[in-house]
């Protein structure tokens, strides 16, 4: 596509629900990123895809957060047994490879209530 | 630790006159520095980029920033601010350029005055 799309663009769930947020790169990138942005903050880094694998998974928070991209395209962040705190916008980005730039999403806000 | 502080958590600036937003990092080595602007509800969009080369790096929206090795700076700057540049500005970085995070500042919020 010509842009990173994510879906949702909102989702409100309860404590303790399980979540899928997708995020579908430019075509044609191999490389794909997830970060969080909480209110106030700078995005930070959750993991990181080359391909269809995790080739750095160090910012993902506990082992709530999990994340895959089985055909190394599409990506779908899943975080299990919500919190609160896990409540922030969720961007992702992508670039090619050795790329010297990382296109970035418009972001799914997750409400966790 | 690697880190980007960005000192300024909210400035206004009248429409017209100079911006410079902060930026100090601190690597190891020299890193990648990138220059990023976010509307409210929007996605980050690029302003600029430094990897090597020339220090004073222009950018979209009439932006440019310059890379200070000595300061560990990278600011940005916009000769004339236009009241559509009011926004959330990041300052990023990573060691390379291929399949390394980006490590982002907490940002800067610009509000414009007329």
């Known amino acids: 596509g010509a842009g990173v799309s994510q879906t949702p663009s909102n989702k409100v769930t309860e404590k303790g629900k399980y979540v899928e947020l997708r995020c579908d790169p430019i075509?044609?990138?191999?490389?794909l990123y997830w970060y969080r942005q909480s209110l106030g903050q700078g995005p930070e880094f959750l993991i990181y895809?080359?391909?269809?694998?995790?080739?750095?998974d160090s910012g993902l928070p506990n082992d709530r957060f999990f994340a895959v991209r089985p055909e190394g395209s599409v990506s779908t962040l899943k975080i299990q047994r919500t919190e609160r705190g896990d409540s922030a916008v969720y961007l992702c980005?992508?670039?090619?490879?050795?790329?010297?730039?990382?296109?970035f999403g418009s972001g799914t806000r997750l409400t966790v209530v | 630790a690697q880190s980007v502080t960005q000192p300024d958590i909210h400035i206004t600036v009248s429409e017209g006159a100079s911006l410079e937003l902060r930026c100090n990092y601190s690597?190891?080595?020299?890193?990648?520095l990138f220059w990023y602007v976010q509307s409210p509800g929007q996605g980050l969009q690029l302003l600029l980029k430094?990897?090597?080369?020339?220090?004073l790096v222009q950018g979209i929206k009439g932006f440019e920033a310059e890379f200070k090795r000595s300061q560990s700076s990278f600011n940005l700057r916009k000769p004339s601010v236009h009241w559509s540049d009011a926004a959330e500005y990041f300052c990023?970085?990573?060691?390379?350029?291929?399949?390394?995070?980006?490590?982002f500042g907490k940002g800067t919020t610009l509000s414009v005055s007329s």
């Open positions: 980005a992508s670039s090619e490879q050795g790329g010297s730039g990382y296109t």
């Open positions: 895809f080359q391909g269809t694998g995790a080739a750095d």
């Open positions: 690597y190891g080595a020299t890193p990648y």
């Open positions: 990023a970085v990573t060691l390379n350029q291929a399949g390394t995070a980006l490590i």
């Open positions: 430094y990897f090597s080369g020339d220090t």
């Open positions: 075509s044609g990138h191999t490389a």
